[in-house]
């Protein structure tokens, strides 16, 4: 059984679609996607630097460009699941049909932008605990104000919250972590803090009309596959200021007797996480067209 997932913020790197582009229609397509939702996806995924697409209104919408054009090449996939993590859940749901490519795209324009605006609120950001038994790390955390923003599973913790909660995190580290590690994010997703978000991603989603998942839908919130496209979308709505239980995710893709996952660009993320959690299922990146062709074999391998 295949799971097909999407990574969330934080993944993209300069010039990743480069190559991307060379196949053929993908550059008209993405000119096509850009027009549509106002913002030059080519420009960004090709000549911009690290700064550039770190802000969260460019790196959101062309993250999910990254994931939909890459599954496109693939031709037809039939996964038994479907997830993504954070941003990356509008990707999986335009792959489990809930969403079509352009209701996903004009989606995750407002969301970026909305988290963006929410972000410049209050100085915020997040922060990476390497090491510790996460238990004692969260409840650290909390102590702290802290939020445990993404729980990743093999035992990777990222907290969020104001830059002096981050301070305090940094002198009073929780027993057994080695180090925090700062993140170059713009803000604190997945908490309170993202609260006028939510607010105007909920208006957005009124003008969708979501389809029932086709395939499996694994959601962060919980780790629980749902059922329903107004779920999915109400979820996508709401786990803008919760937090992402991607280890719950993976305890689902044990669950459903996951043999094989399989992470679109820009891949890389979720199969580092899966390799350490899921011992013994097959992982594949696709990083570049060249993974194109071990993919496919993954794919006959792993789907009836």
């Not at 209701?103 to 407002?110: D, G, N, Q, Y």
């Not at 970026?112 to 997040?126: F, K, N, Q, S, V």
């Not at 981050?166 to 908490?191: I, N």
């Amino acid at each position: 059984m295949l799971v097909l997932v999407a990574p969330g913020q934080g993944a993209q790197t300069p010039g990743f679609l480069t190559e991307w582009l060379d196949l053929p229609g993908a550059a008209d397509r993405v000119a096509a996607w850009s027009d549509a939702i106002g913002l030059d996806l080519v420009h960004y995924g090709t000549k911009a630097d690290a700064d550039a697409i770190r802000d969260t209104a460019v790196a959101q919408p062309l993250l999910v460009a990254a994931g939909l054009l890459s599954a496109a090449a693939l031709g037809d996939v039939a996964p038994g699941a479907v997830a993504g993590h954070s941003v990356g859940e509008i990707t999986a749901a335009a792959f489990a049909g809930v969403l079509d490519d352009a209701a996903a795209l004009s989606l995750v324009r407002k969301r970026g932008l909305a988290m963006a605006d929410a972000a410049a609120i209050t100085e915020t950001g997040m922060a990476a605990l390497l090491g510790g038994d996460p238990e004692v790390s969260v409840a650290h955390l909390e102590k702290l104000g802290l939020t445990p923003a993404n729980i990743n599973g093999a035992g990777q913790i990222v907290a969020a919250g104001t830059k002096e909660q981050l301070a305090a995190l940094e002198a009073d580290k929780p027993e057994g972590v080695r180090k925090v590690v700062v993140l170059k994010v713009a803000g604190a997703f997945h908490t309170h803090h993202m609260g006028p978000a939510v607010d105007t991603l909920a208006k957005a989603a009124e003008d969708v009309t979501p389809g029932d998942p086709k395939v499996t839908y694994v959601s962060n919130k919980d780790g629980r596959a749902v059922a329903t496209g107004a779920e999915v979308l109400e979820r996508l709505v709401g786990q803008v200021a919760n937090p992402v239980r991607w280890d719950l995710c993976m305890e689902t893709f044990k669950e459903l007797g996951v043999t094989a996952l399989l992470e679109v660009c820009p891949g890389g993320t979720l199969t580092g996480l899966a390799k350490r959690a899921l011992p013994g299922v097959r992982t594949l990146a696709l990083k570049t067209p060249a993974d194109l062709d071990a993919a496919r074999e993954l794919i006959a391998e792993h789907t009836a």
